[in-house]
């Protein structure tokens, strides 16, 4: 079973309406990092999460890590077709931070105009 | 601006050669790591390197190794695809570890990805 999972893993939305991306993990996050893919290219990194409670936003994208940095969420407001692509979550969950990181397996997010 | 390079966008192979990935990162870090991305399984860890000369197996090394020479590059070796192997392959690169508390810059940095198709 994947240890980071991620939902939902597909989303189609109208251009205009908000979204919201889950990252759950059974054990603590330490350090939680979001990317986005676009078809067949590298990932780019979003922005990344360490403190219980933490947020950060970007433009019109927002990410939450909860109190018990077991779950984080990724907020789209008002997408665009530019917002189109794949996000993946991706987290260090060894407290040691050994700079290796876990994925979830991505959300694809299709926006129609 | 381009931090980790992967030689090839697209490689088709025939089954049973020898192919070589090869990926290059300028940011002098000291990991590095070699994924496969499929439909619906997501990023899976094939080999990563703390340091140079030191490998280490990741998820699904099978069918697989790697070599890095120079702390700067990372390389992948499919020692005889398969049709199996074809898939996206994504390399990427980070600060070593150890280092406490995590920021911004301790996440991944990645290539483009090479589309590998064996038939």
């Known amino acids: 079973s994947q240890e980071l999972e991620q939902s939902p893993q597909s989303l189609i939305v109208q251009e205009g309406k908000n979204l919201t991306i889950n990252c759950t993990s059974s054990?603590?996050?330490?350090?939680l990092y979001w990317y986005k893919q676009k078809y067949g290219e590298g990932l780019i990194f979003l922005m990344m999460l360490q403190k219980g409670g933490e947020e950060k936003s970007h433009e019109k994208i927002t990410a939450k890590l909860d109190e018990k940095k077991q779950q984080s969420s990724l907020h789209i407001t008002a997408s665009q077709p530019s917002h189109a692509g794949i996000y993946l979550c991706g987290a260090d969950i060894e407290s040691s931070n050994t700079g290796k990181l876990i994925f979830g397996q991505g959300t694809t997010l299709q926006v129609k105009p | 601006d381009v931090k980790v390079t992967q030689s090839s966008r697209y490689l088709v192979k025939r089954t049973g050669e020898k192919v070589f990935l090869e990926c290059v990162q300028d940011m002098d870090h000291e990991n590095m790591f070699w994924y496969r991305q499929d439909p619906g399984l997501g990023l899976r860890l094939i080999y990563f390197s703390y340091d140079v000369k030191m490998k280490e197996k990741g998820d699904i090394p099978e069918g697989y190794s790697v070599s890095r020479e120079k702390k700067e590059r990372f390389s992948l070796i499919l020692e005889s695809a398969s049709t199996n192997q074809t898939s996206m392959y994504l390399c990427?690169?980070?600060?070593?570890?150890?280092?406490?508390?995590?920021?911004?810059?301790?996440?991944?940095?990645f290539g483009s990805g090479t589309r590998l198709t064996v038939v």
């Open positions: 990427a690169s980070s600060l070593g570890r150890g280092a406490w508390p995590p920021a911004d810059n301790y996440g991944y940095t």
């Open positions: 054990k603590t996050l330490y350090g």
